[in-house]
Structure formats: structure tokens, C-alpha cells
């Protein structure tokens, strides 16, 4: 008899006994005593499922108790790596190693990297990298953890792999539900008609990496070979934004240097610019992140120009995403750049539902650090325009700024409220000279922390 906890490993082996000319094949059955402290992976299922009409790759792994998981994401070729603590191989007869054709994910394999440590490995066709992870409720005796993946571009992957670099392992299917089981609980609605049913437990091992008869998930498309740039001019439409003393509108302000600031980034030849708007529309905080993602972009510069109550006030500000704001001016700024929302009337999905992400929160501190190195690049450039780097980096709750995995900032450009400024951002030759400023900061930081192109 067969304790639960063991397997059955039968080895065939064909013995030559040349003294007697003869063969003998003798059956060597043994029970492998499974180490009853460790897991066991039983089943790998791969599905597709559309997050914001996107595609994304669904990874459903089964154990036999609940796994303790470390994710990392490494390149060349692109990978996957997922160490659970003391977990063997136990998908019945199937090999450890295969192809995959669900795109990005293209092959597997598992191995003991180091005593105690099964590791998956899912190889990649694109940067793709896991936007969420969670537990699901228990399954006859088998425990499931499933990670949802995306390409949403190197940057994004880049991000995301030195935020998992540093991360703690994830206790998955614990007694505790974490945010990102309750977040799930909704979003599973809203994914539901993408995926099938959870697959039966199949009893080909060849059919135990199924993958689930949806559509086939489109290629992603071959990126130029170009950063991919973008700029958002604040406000526009019904919000006009500050109105400077001579009353001029923000919103104009913004267009004219965004529109200035694209040409000259692909003057360079090595960025693609991309405009949130061309024109003088409105748009909501949160459709200029959404456009900015969709293109897979590299960098998110929001551009504004400030007003304050005192006519002296003046200079250019650069602020990055904070939970904390750096003063309370920043604090104020940020408060009413986001009332810009509320313009527009109430946002029925205000609620982010990539709040409760444990991941995206990871990646999100990632990004704000590597927002900190593009903010200093500005302040560098822009030492001796008027006000020079005086007001430097500061830092707040800006909503325009909270793509998870883009490195963002804001740009105050000037005071409106300040005679001078206001003219200068008016004038033909400043909005020039300052888009030239920041397209050397963008391109210096893009040397130096972006993609390789
Ligand atoms: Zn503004």
C-alpha cells in the first residue's frame, strides 16, 4: 500500500547477461518516498484572458499544498523564472521540459536549481512580465496559483524585474486573503467570458499544459527601433487650466510645447513622440495613462504651467509621484491638478481597481525611483533658464502620474501668474529653447536607464 504522500516511480531497466547469451529484462518498481515536508507541482495550465481589451497570458499552476513563490524576470531570451519553496516535479509522465504556443510564452521547463528550490521557467517570444498574481480557492485537494502576464513593452518588463529582483517571496493561498484575492473577486467577472471553465484534471499528461480553445492572442507588434516618448499636455477642452495675469490659458501653453517638444524628440531619430492630444479636447487624468500604455511607451512627461498667488513667484518646477508630498505647496498643486478629473463630471470607474495590486503597487515603487533619476536629468538641463533648478524635484500625489510601470513626471514650465514667465512661455524662442532642454534630459536619461535600442 501506497501512502497519499507517495508516488509510484517504476524504472524499466534492460540488464544484458552476456556470460549466459541471453537478455533479461527485469521491471525495478519502487515507492520514491516523497519528503513529506515537501510540495508537489501536479498540474501547468495556460490560458488567455483580455485585461482593458488587451490580451494577456494566463498561468494556472496546481500544487498539492499552497506554494510559497518568487518570481524574477530575466532577458536574453526573454523568461520567466518562478522558485517555490520545496516543490518536486509531479505532473504524472509528463516531461520536464516542452514547447509552448501560446504566445509569449513559447517553452517550459522545471529544475532544481539548488536543494529546496523547484523552479518553473516559462520561456518568452516578447517582455512580456506579470501584471497580477493570485491564489484561487482550492480545488479537490489541489492548491492553484495563477499569474496574469502582458507586453506592455521593455520598460514596463525592465521595471518590473528589478521590482521582483528585490521582492520577498509570495505565501500564496494562506489562511490570510490578500488584496489581491479580494481585488480579484470583481475582475474575474469581467474576464470570465474571455477564459473557459477551469479544465478538468486531464488524463493524457500531454494534455495536463492545455490551452484553452480561445482565440489565438495576436502577435504583438515588432517595436521600431525607437523610444517610444510620451507627452501629455496638461488640461484642454472645458479646463482651461490656470489663466495667467495677461490671461493666458494653460491649456495653450501646454499644446504649443508638447507639439515643440515631439518635433524635437524626432528630430533626434532615435524617439517616437507621441501627443496625448493634438488639438484643444478634453481629456480625463486617467484616458492620458491609458493612451500613453497603449503604445508601450518608454517615458511619460505631463507638461503644465503653474499660477500662485504671489506675482513673484516663477521658475520651473519638476515633480515625480509620491505617496507623500515634499511640502505642502506640492501637496496644494497636486490637488488641484487632479480636481481637472472632476471637470469632465464623475467618473463611474473612478476606483482604481489596480489599487489593491500587490504587484502593481511593487512595480509602481520601482517606477517612482527610476522617475527620480529622469527628474534630475531635467533639473541638470535646466540650470540656467530663468529660476534655473531653484525650485528642483519635489514630489506629491499627482493622479496623471500613476502609470504602475512608466517612469513619469511633471513639468511645471513656469509661473503664469508671474509677468515675465508668462511672456516667455509665450514666446516662439523660449518654448524652443526649453523643448531642446528637455529633449536632452529625456535623451541623456534614455542613454543611461532606458531599453536598449
Ligand atoms: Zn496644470
Not at 524574477?72 to 514547447?99: C, F, H, N, T
Not at 502593481?360 to 540650470?383: C, D, G, P, W, Y
Request: one cysteine or more; glycine letters at 8%; proline letters at 6%.
Amino acid at each position: 500500500m501506497l501512502d497519499k504522500g507517495q508516488t509510484l516511480t517504476c524504472l524499466t531497466s534492460f540488464l544484458s547477461a552476456s556470460l549466459l547469451g541471453m537478455l533479461v529484462a527485469a521491471q525495478l518498481c519502487m515507492a520514491g518516498a516523497v519528503n513529506p515536508a515537501e510540495n508537489g507541482l501536479t498540474a501547468l495550465r495556460l490560458g488567455s484572458v483580455s485585461v482593458d481589451g488587451r490580451p494577456a497570458l494566463r498561468l494556472v499552476v496546481e500544487t498539492r499544498t499552497p506554494a510559497t513563490v518568487k518570481m524574477l524576470l530575466l532577458s536574453a531570451p526573454y523568461r520567466l523564472v518562478i522558485d517555490m519553496r520545496d516543490v518536486a516535479w509531479q505532473v504524472e509522465s509528463l516531461p520536464k521540459k516542452g514547447r509552448l504556443d501560446r504566445s509569449p510564452a513559447t517553452a517550459f521547463r522545471f529544475g532544481k536549481p539548488e536543494p529546496g528550490i523547484g523552479r518553473l521557467v516559462i520561456e518568452m517570444d516578447s517582455p512580456a512580465a506579470p501584471f497580477r498574481a493570485f491564489a484561487l480557492p482550492p480545488n479537490k485537494g489541489g492548491h492553484r496559483f495563477v499569474i496574469d502576464m502582458a507586453d506592455n513593452g521593455r520598460t514596463a518588463f525592465q521595471v518590473a524585474a528589478a521590482a521582483l529582483r528585490d521582492s520577498k517571496p509570495i505565501q500564496f493561498g494562506g489562511a490570510e486573503v490578500t488584496n489581491d484575492q479580494r481585488a480579484v473577486g470583481a475582475e474575474t467577472k469581467m474576464v470570465a467570458s474571455a477564459i473557459t471553465p477551469p479544465i478538468p484534471k486531464p488524463k493524457q499528461a500531454k494534455q495536463a499544459l492545455a490551452v484553452t480553445p480561445v482565440a489565438a492572442v495576436p502577435k504583438p507588434q515588432k517595436r521600431p527601433n525607437r523610444w517610444v516618448v510620451f507627452i501629455d499636455a496638461g488640461h484642454g477642452g472645458k479646463d482651461p487650466g490656470a489663466i495667467g495675469r495677461a490671461g493666458t490659458k494653460e491649456k495653450d501653453i501646454t499644446l504649443a510645447a508638447a507639439i515643440e517638444l515631439a518635433r524635437q524628440l524626432e528630430g533626434s531619430g532615435q524617439i517616437r513622440a507621441v501627443l496625448s492630444r493634438k488639438d484643444d479636447r478634453y481629456l480625463k487624468l486617467r484616458q492620458r495613462i491609458k493612451l500613453a500604455r497603449a503604445q508601450n511607451a518608454d517615458l511619460f512627461v505631463s507638461l503644465h504651467a503653474d499660477s500662485a498667488v504671489s506675482k513673484s513667484a516663477r521658475g520651473i518646477s519638476v515633480f515625480t509621484l509620491s505617496d507623500t508630498a515634499s511640502d505642502e505647496e506640492a501637496a496644494a498643486l497636486a490637488r488641484k491638478e487632479n480636481k481637472a478629473d472632476l471637470i469632465g463630471g464623475p467618473d463611474l470607474g473612478v476606483e482604481d481597481p489596480e489599487a489593491a495590486n500587490e504587484l502593481l503597487r511593487m512595480f509602481q515603487r520601482e517606477s517612482m525611483n527610476q522617475s527620480t533619476h529622469f527628474a534630475r536629468k531635467i533639473l541638470q538641463e535646466i540650470k540656467n533658464m530663468p529660476g534655473g533648478d531653484e525650485r528642483g524635484h519635489r514630489f506629491a500625489g499627482f493622479a496623471v502620474l500613476k502609470a504602475p510601470d512608466m517612469p513619469s513626471v511633471l513639468v511645471e514650465m513656469g509661473f503664469l501668474s508671474n509677468r515675465e514667465d508668462e511672456a516667455n512661455l509665450n514666446r516662439k524662442s523660449y518654448q524652443r529653447k526649453l523643448a531642446g532642454r528637455l529633449t536632452g534630459a529625456i535623451l541623456r536619461y534614455l542613454e543611461e536607464f532606458g531599453p536598449e535600442i
